[in-house]
């Protein structure tokens, strides 16, 4: 009995473990919305980019950005400093992936996917689509 009872303390431990990040809401590499409204955006040269972004299909109501975390490339960068530009201007800006072959990887079984390579095109977004500030 004590036995059984370790092994499920010991495995309630490694699963508070591991969700722990997710529920500080710590920046996420999975699921990448094909098209987003970008908020932020962060370059860790050698190592990450990270996105400030809301996605579309949440409607426009839906104000509480979410942190994507991108491996690092140069073509990446190049695109992320553009897109930084225009909102440090004051420009709204539309995130758009791009699902071509190669450039995602599958995580598991719920259908996460990784985005792997710059396949992310920002666009202007219409002042339209700009949520209000409240």
């Known amino acids: ?3 059984l009872c370790n092994v499920v303390v010991v495995g309630y431990f490694w699963a508070v473990y591991s969700s ?5 809401g710590w920046p996420t590499e999975r699921d990448l ?28 109501g839906q104000t509480e950005p979410r942190a994507y975390r991108l491996p690092y490339s140069p073509a990446l960068h ?3 400093d553009k897109a930084t530009r ?13 699902n071509t072959a190669g450039a995602i990887e599958e995580l598991g079984n719920l259908e996460q996917v990784q985005i792997r390579d710059a396949n992310i095109n920002f ?8 949520p209000g500030k409240n």
């Open 1 to 3: 009995m004590k036995t």
């Open 20 to 24: 722990w990040p997710g529920i500080q």
């Open 33 to 60: 919305p094909d098209q987003f409204f970008l908020h932020a955006v962060n370059i860790d040269e050698p190592n990450n980019i990270y996105l400030w972004g809301t996605e579309f299909t949440q409607g426009l």
């Open 78 to 80: 190049d695109k992320v």
């Open 86 to 98: 225009k909102l440090r201007k004051g420009l709204p800006v539309i995130g758009q992936v791009a």
């Open 123 to 130: 666009i202007d977004a219409p002042h339209s689509l700009v």
